[in-house]
């Protein structure tokens, strides 16, 4: 379950006109510096990040996209517990992507976690353009499944990026 701060959104206004003027400041200084056009887009993102439903559909969309990926899992959510603020899904044990000890405690082989790893983000990268943006240990928990490493991706974060091919031309 990831519960979103009361006050959040409240903070988030109060920091996006703080820079706002930092980028005012900043431009009388140096007029040839134009990066207003950075906040607005990170303006953007980060409503997507506050809005919760945003991010269980973007789950929902990543475990179709990479379902036949092996060793990789997005857990199921529930949607009668989920709102704007609050995102529930199953609940799965396991241990963070940077905790050797515990993986290899439970037989794991840490190269079949980093394959796992690699295979989803290259797929996003490549293939889907729908790209998990938050890769970091909390975000990712290791189990075990029929005696083999499983990748749990929790907080689905993504953004859409322009692919760099064009699949007529792909090699």
């Given amino acids: 379950m990831k519960v979103q701060f009361a006050d959040l959104s409240d903070r988030f206004d109060a920091d996006i006109r703080t820079l706002t003027t930092l980028l005012h400041v900043v431009t009388w200084f140096h007029p040839s510096f134009s990066f207003g056009w950075v906040l607005e887009d990170l303006r953007g993102s ?64 840490p190269a079949d976690v980093m394959t796992s790893v690699l295979e989803c983000f290259g797929r996003q990268i490549f293939c889907t353009g729908f790209l998990h943006s938050d890769p970091h240990p909390a975000n ?28 007529e031309n792909d090699p």
């Fill in 46 to 109: 980060l409503l997507d990040e506050l809005d919760f439903v945003n991010e269980a559909k973007n789950a929902e969309k990543t475990a179709v996209e990479l379902h036949d990926v092996k060793g990789l899992y997005i857990p199921k959510v529930h949607w009668s517990l989920t709102n704007k603020r609050v995102l529930t899904t199953e609940f799965i044990r396991g241990c963070k992507a940077d905790d050797l000890l515990e993986i290899k405690r439970m037989g794991l082989r």
């Fill in 140 to 167: 990712f928990i290791v189990r075990k499944v029929n005696g083999e490493a499983q990748v749990v991706v929790w907080s689905s974060i993504v953004h859409f990026i322009e692919s760099c091919f064009d699949n």
